[in-house]
T-cell receptor, first 118, second 109 residues
């Protein structure tokens, strides 16, 4: 089956620093990738839709200057949390939609990245 | 290796009951999640089980047996709007989510 990886798995950083999270589709091409944030024991919250070669589409309430998304290739999207603060501590999950798949609703999820900002 | 298994597709009749099974093999266990995802939308949270037993929420119930590495999602009084994909995910000892491939549930009148 299709595999999506994320790196790093977890990261601890100081307040004010920037953190970059990578999302890769390992065995398929993904024109569209999604970035989610998950609060403990709660639903995934869609942050933005990342489109290869174009600007990301952000959900209402998500600061685009705070959460920079770059989808430079069909297998890689990055999320950079700029000037991170403790309230940004969360579990960030990406997913990738397989290009050309018969079922266009199929998303493959990454394992997540746990960010802790001190 | 780590593995989550759930059926690819299931079909059920409106008004009936359906059970979607999920078996898992993971390095450690910190809870099991069920999500519902409608076509073109983000997944929505249905349930979280960390202790053995049945959790009931309205028409949806989720069961967990940690010793068997097994969970199921039970949907009662099925409605057409329940047609969706249902995702099982386990949080392992590193607090990483291991995802099942999802079960596409088709509801017929």
């Amino acid at each position: 089956g299709a595999v999506v990886s994320q790196h790093p798995s977890w990261v601890i950083c100081k307040s004010g620093t920037s953190v970059k999270i990578e999302c890769r589709s390992l065995d398929f091409q993904a024109t569209t990738m999604f970035w989610y944030r998950q609060f403990p024991k709660q639903s995934l919250m869609l942050m933005a839709t990342s489109n290869e070669g174009s600007k990301a589409t952000y959900e209402q309430g998500v600061e685009k200057d705070k959460f920079l998304i770059n989808h430079a290739s069909l297998t890689l999207s990055t999320l950079t949390v700029t000037s991170a603060h403790p309230e940004d501590s969360s579990f960030y999950i990406c997913s990738a939609r397989e290009e050309g798949a018969g079922d266009t609703d199929t998303q493959y999820f990454g394992p997540g990245t746990r960010l802790t900002v001190l | 290796g780590q593995n989550i298994d759930q059926p690819t597709e299931m079909t059920a009749t409106e008004g009936a009951i359906v059970q979607i099974n999920c078996t898992y093999q993971t390095s450690g266990f910190n809870g099991l999640f069920w999500y519902q995802q409608h076509a073109g939308e983000a997944p929505t949270f249905l349930s979280y089980n960390v202790l053995d037993g049945l959790e009931e929420k309205g028409r949806f119930s989720s069961f967990l047996s940690r010793s068997k590495g097994y969970s199921y999602l039970l949907l009662k009084e099925l409605q057409m709007k329940d047609s969706a994909s249902y995702l099982c995910a386990v949080m392992d000892s590193n607090y990483q989510l291991i995802w099942g491939a999802g079960t596409k549930l088709i509801i017929k009148p």
